[in-house]
């Protein structure tokens, strides 16, 4: 299965480290970031789970939960919460699915329809595309999806810049450019004529006509 952006993230009831959770449930009205881990005890994914945990409040600030998911069984998981809370000083503060069974990673298109077996027999290499990031919003659609590599750890600064940009031109009729951040000017989305523009937002800066520049709106 291949997913894009704007398909309905594929619901799923799994078990967690918070226990039985259906997906689309648990998302409810939020935004929500799904992000895998191909096993438990591996050195990159431990300083990324770590770190996502010492962030959440970010994301908690931007009404975004937070789900992790390992091709690994729920036990092993609380066992590797302990490395990295020791490794990395902070402990995950949000649900780990336990995707042992494979369901998941399978929905998702990470690893074949073909795959089965025993989790424990697969090394992290074998599970090496289940390296993704599902930025979800309340209408269940995915929104941005990003596959790493075993060897790249993942920029979570970087998804939070994304999160702010897809919450701003879900809101206004507006596009972020290049490296934009919080607080910079925006281009008025191309699905706005001028007619409509000059009613939303009066005047902007053209340095070509298909790129109208205006401040950020107020969120």
């Known amino acids: 299965m291949s997913l894009t952006i704007g398909d309905t993230a594929p619901d799923f009831v799994a078990a967690t480290t918070d226990g039985a959770i259906s997906f689309h449930d648990w998302i409810g009205d939020s935004w929500a970031v799904l992000f895998s881990h191909p096993k438990d005890f591996t050195p990159i994914c431990t300083t990324e ?3 996502m ?11 975004v939960k937070i ?4 091709v690994d069984p729920v036990d092993k998981h609380a066992q590797w919460a302990a490395d990295i809370e020791e490794t990395q000083g902070t402990a995950p503060n949000y649900p780990m699915i336990g995707d042992a069974d494979f369901v998941v990673s399978k929905a998702y298109g990470m690893l074949g329809a073909d795959v089965s077996g025993d989790p424990n027999d697969r090394t992290a290499a074998d599970n090496q595309a289940v390296r993704g990031v599902y930025v979800i919003g309340p209408d269940k659609k995915i929104k941005l999806i990003l596959l790493y590599p075993m060897t790249t750890g993942r920029n979570f600064d970087e998804i939070l810049r994304v ?6 031109t879900a809101k206004h009729k507006v596009a972020t450019p290049v490296n934009w951040k919080q607080g910079d000017d925006v281009v008025i989305a191309g699905s706005v004529n001028n007619d409509q523009a000059r009613d939303i937002f009066g005047s902007w800066k053209e340095p ?4 109208r520049i205006v401040p950020q709106p107020a969120s």
């Open 67 to 70: 789900m992790a998911l390992s």
């Open 53 to 63: 945990a010492a962030i959440k409040p970010e994301f908690d600030r931007r009404g």
């Open 208 to 211: 070509k006509p298909y790129i």
């Open 163 to 168: 999160i702010d940009s897809l919450q701003l």
């Open 49 to 51: 789970l770590g770190f």
